[in-house]
């Protein structure tokens, strides 16, 4: 789910065409994992500061097509959840070390 500041962003036709654009130049292929790609990831995270930026989000170069579990990993990585432990780059659990 979107963060509130960029909703805009995500329902604007521009977004639109060009996910729509750059998943079907990447035969909607997961770049990750081979499987079916149904969002184009932004490799720059967006911020309230770049989201106007359309060299920054609506640049093919700076995109990634991935399937939702590749997605859920790039996000989840890193997250600190209970009891000391975080979510790896693979979504596996792992001992924080901090």
Same mark, same amino acid.
């Given at each position: 789910m979107a963060q509130e500041w960029a909703e805009w962003f995500y329902k604007n036709k521009e977004w639109e065409a060009c996910r729509? %654009?750059? @998943?079907e130049s990447k035969h909607y292929i997961?770049?990750?994992? %081979?499987? $079916?790609? +149904? $969002?184009a990831h932004?490799?720059?995270?967006l911020t309230p500061q770049n989201i106007n930026?359309?060299? $920054? =989000? #609506? *640049?093919?170069d700076l995109l990634e097509a991935l399937c939702q579990d590749c997605h =859920? +990993?790039?996000? @989840?990585a890193g997250k600190v959840c209970?009891? %000391? #432990?975080?979510f790896g780059v &693979? %979504? &596996? #659990? $792992?001992? *924080? &070390?901090?």
């Open positions: 729509n %654009g750059f @998943l997961c770049e990750r994992c %081979g499987g $079916i790609a +149904k $969002i932004h490799k720059i995270r930026d359309p060299s $920054i =989000t #609506l *640049n093919w =859920t +990993k790039e996000h @989840l209970a009891d %000391g #432990l975080m &693979e %979504g &596996e #659990l $792992i001992q *924080n &070390e901090n």
